[in-house]
T-cell receptor
Framework: SQQGEEDPQALSIQEGENATMNCSYKTSINNLQWYRQNSGRGLVHLILIRSNEREKHSGRLRVTLDTSKKSSSLLITASRAADTASYFCATDSGGGTSYGKLTFGQGTILTVHP | DAGVIQSPRHEVTEMGQEVTLRCKPISGHNSLFWYRQTMMRGLELLIYFNNNVPIDDSGMPEDRFSAKMPNASFSTLKIQPSEPRDSAVYFC?????????????FGQGTRLTVV
């Protein structure tokens, strides 16, 4: 079963608007990561937030993490048509030799209209 | 670096045939993952290697699936015999295990169609 659950499943916005995607998970984590997947391609790592961090920025991306609520959000500001893709959260709950073992959510399909 | 390389990119095979998917991880990475992606089930972790040793194969669906990593630069995922429900995109990913906080690098995937 999937650890992370994204919300919404699909999001359609206009270029220039902000896009917010949410992720909830069930067990304790070492870190939470967000990945992007363009149609027919592999996943590309966007950003990693550690369990002891609450917010992280990378360019137009802002990620928050609330471990008490077991949830995270990804905000893409000033969206562009090129941001159209599926976005996945992934949790790393491993320990010992299992660090780096990621469990992915179902993803949010983002469409940005020019 | 060329990234994670998977072959073939597309595979169409008949039910009952053996299928072998191949992966070359990024040089220097010591963890390797095989994932399967379908519309119904999303991304599922099949098996995870660390330093060429299988650590967790709990996601391997059945005995028809097997994976090997004979050395640090090569891994295979084999399905024998294949069935139509195995149709999916199979991804290989690698990472450098530095303890906590490790990102994964994905290949382009192999789209498998079993008819």
């Amino acid at each position: 079963s999937q650890q992370g659950e994204e919300d919404p499943q699909a999001l359609s916005i206009q270029e220039g608007e902000n896009a917010t995607m949410n992720c909830s998970y069930k067990t304790s984590i070492n870190n939470l990561q967000w990945y992007r997947q363009n149609s027919g391609r592999g996943l590309v790592h966007l950003i990693l937030i550690r369990s002891n961090e609450r917010e992280k920025h990378s360019g137009r991306l802002r990620v928050t993490l609330d471990t008490s609520k077991k949830s995270s959000s990804l905000l893409i500001t000033a969206s562009r048509a090129a941001d159209t893709a599926s976005y996945f959260c992934a949790t790393d709950s491993g320990g010992g030799t299992s660090y780096g073992k990621l469990t992915f959510g179902q993803g949010t399909i983002l469409t940005v209209h020019p | 670096d060329a990234g994670v390389i998977q072959s073939p990119r597309h595979e169409v095979t008949e039910m009952g045939q053996e299928v072998t998917l191949r992966c070359k991880p990024i040089s220097g990475h010591n963890s390797l993952f095989w994932y399967r992606q379908t519309m119904m089930r999303g991304l599922e972790l099949l098996i995870y290697f660390n330093n060429n040793v299988p650590i967790d194969d709990s996601g391997m669906p059945e005995d028809r699936f097997s994976a090997k990593m004979p050395n640090a630069s090569f891994s295979t995922l084999k399905i024998q015999p294949s069935e139509p429900r195995d149709s999916a995109v199979y991804f290989c990913a690698s990472s450098l295990d530095r303890g906590m906080n490790t990102e994964a690098f994905f290949g382009q995937g192999t789209r498998l169609t079993v008819v």
